[in-house]
């Protein structure tokens, strides 16, 4: 089953270390609330499925108007033992891996990224299954504690050992459908300490064969709404905690993905 809702994001957890001292005495803090910000990451999060682990690097880009960064991260271990949703597919193996380049334009406030996530766990679709999309975010002007930042973007989805629209396997990797995604970051700072994150997202497939088509999201659901709430509070300017909660149309609040994070810069 294809699964971009659950991720999320670039708002994530993450423990942030600096590449080296001499550009720690001189490298200005990001703001960690801010979607389209950029830093050097190293982390995990407690999660209902078990333990995230992350690890980022920004690097440059050859120009000074841009930044950018590559995350990694690793997802569902332990989930089993460690975490504590109820579901018979839960174990204590990997789930998924996902991997993302995102770019920053610091002159006009735009953002690109490559998002590439990988699930071991089979579904409905195939044994193994993928997805790899290009989106834009764009920062709006602030309107007072609200920060909006638009998304847009389009992707295909494949897999190993892929479901046929006759219900045979199809053998090996196969590209079985495209979709187009268009969502919205958004954040409200109810102090200079406490702020408040909602990301709904819109998914629809486009094309590909009939089984993807009609069943991306879940049998008989060839669109998704999925929601990411998160309540994230900075005890300094390098350190806060945050908790998120993801979960979509077909789903419930309480049914859907949950986490605490620790968020470290330097």
């Not at 108007?65 to 193996?93: C, H, P, Q």
Request: hydrophobic share 35%.
């Amino acid at each position: 089953m294809f699964k971009f809702f659950k991720t999320s994001t670039a708002i994530a957890c993450t423990f942030i270390i600096s590449q080296n001292a001499i550009a720690d005495e001189t490298k200005e803090i990001q703001d960690m609330s801010d979607p389209l910000a950029v830093y050097t990451q190293a982390g995990g999060g407690f999660t209902n499925k078990g333990i995230n682990i992350k690890i980022g690097q920004s690097y440059d880009t050859g120009n000074d108007e841009t930044m950018a960064m590559r995350v990694v991260e690793i997802k569902g271990i332990y989930g089993d033992t460690l975490g504590w949703d109820e579901s018979a597919s839960i174990d204590n193996s990997i789930d998924s891996i996902r991997f993302r380049n995102f770019e920053v334009n610091l002159s006009n406030g735009r953002g690109s990224q490559i998002d590439v996530n990988y699930y071991l766990d089979t579904n409905h679709l195939a044994e193994q299954s993928g997805d790899l999309s290009y989106s834009i975010i764009q920062a709006l002007p602030k309107m007072g504690v609200l920060s909006l930042y638009p998304l847009l973007g389009a992707g295909v989805a494949f897999g190993n050992n892929v479901v046929e629209d006759d219900g045979s396997t199809d053998s090996g990797y196969s590209v079985y459908g495209t979709f187009a995604l268009i969502g919205l970051y958004s954040k409200i700072a109810i102090t200079d300490k406490l702020w408040i994150n909602y990301n709904p997202f819109y998914i629809s497939t486009l094309s590909g064969s009939e089984h993807y088509k009609n069943n991306a999201f879940g049998m008989d659901n060839n669109t998704v709404l999925t929601h990411e709430f998160a309540l994230s509070y900075q005890i300094s300017p390098q350190l806060n905690m945050r908790y998120f909660a993801n979960w979509n149309e077909y789903n419930s609040f309480g049914d859907g993905d949950h986490r605490i994070e620790v968020n470290y810069q330097l």
